[in-house]
């Protein structure tokens, strides 16, 4: 995918499969037999062309060092840096759902309107649901109760 800048020029989002791997160890600080190491233990995973190639995006790049800034800087060994990768991806699909579930209760709420139901006995005794602010029709219920349920938020 690819983004306009200016008019008639375009870059590489931080997604596009753009760097071959000599160049990708230059940028990330490393040296290429260690990217393929990461690759084969599914720390950084590029793209590949058609030949096998690895091609690496600019997020590969940001990973790269960050897999060095954990290795280096906090001592982390290459087994915890990938537990640290799974649970830091887990964590982002959760995130993701958990906006996606708000969006939805969201639309639930505002086609509930304002989100209060209201419920009375019936004559057998069932639960009957009735508008906001007004009590059942005699023909529904011959109790004069009215409940008011509001969920937990």
């Given at each position: 995918?690819?983004?306009?800048?200016?008019?008639?020029?375009?870059?590489?989002?931080?997604?596009?499969?753009?760097?071959?791997?000599?160049?990708?160890?230059?940028?990330?600080?490393?040296?290429?037999?260690?990217?393929?190491?990461y690759?084969?233990?599914?720390?950084v995973?590029?793209s590949?062309?058609?030949?096998?190639?690895?091609?690496?995006?600019?997020?590969?790049?940001?990973?790269?060092?960050?897999?060095?800034?954990?290795?280096?800087?906090?001592?982390?060994?290459?087994?915890?840096?990938?537990?640290?990768?799974?649970?830091?991806?887990?964590?982002?699909?959760?995130r993701?759902?958990?906006?996606?579930?708000?969006?939805?209760?969201?639309?639930?709420?505002a086609?509930?309107?304002?989100g209060?139901?209201?419920?009375?006995?019936?004559?057998?005794?069932?639960?009957?649901?009735?508008?906001?602010?007004?009590?059942?029709?005699?023909?529904?219920?011959?109790?004069?109760?009215?409940v008011?349920?509001?969920?937990?938020?």
């Amino acid at each position: 995918m690819m983004t306009v800048t200016g008019p008639g020029a375009f870059a590489p989002d931080d997604e596009a499969p753009v760097f071959v791997i000599s160049v990708a160890a230059q940028l990330a600080g490393m040296h290429a037999q260690t990217l393929r190491q990461y690759d084969r233990m599914g720390l950084v995973s590029p793209s590949r062309t058609r030949g096998g190639g690895r091609r690496y995006s600019a997020r590969d790049i940001a990973l790269l060092r960050e897999v060095q800034r954990l290795s280096q800087e906090e001592g982390v060994s290459l087994a915890g840096i990938q537990r640290i990768l799974e649970l830091e991806n887990q964590v982002r699909a959760l995130r993701s759902r958990v906006g996606e579930l708000a969006e939805e209760l969201q639309a639930v709420r505002a086609a509930m309107g304002s989100g209060a139901r209201v419920f009375a006995a019936g004559r057998a005794g069932e639960v009957v649901a009735v508008r906001a602010g007004q009590r059942p029709s005699r023909s529904l219920s011959s109790s004069q109760a009215l409940v008011i349920w509001r969920p937990a938020r």
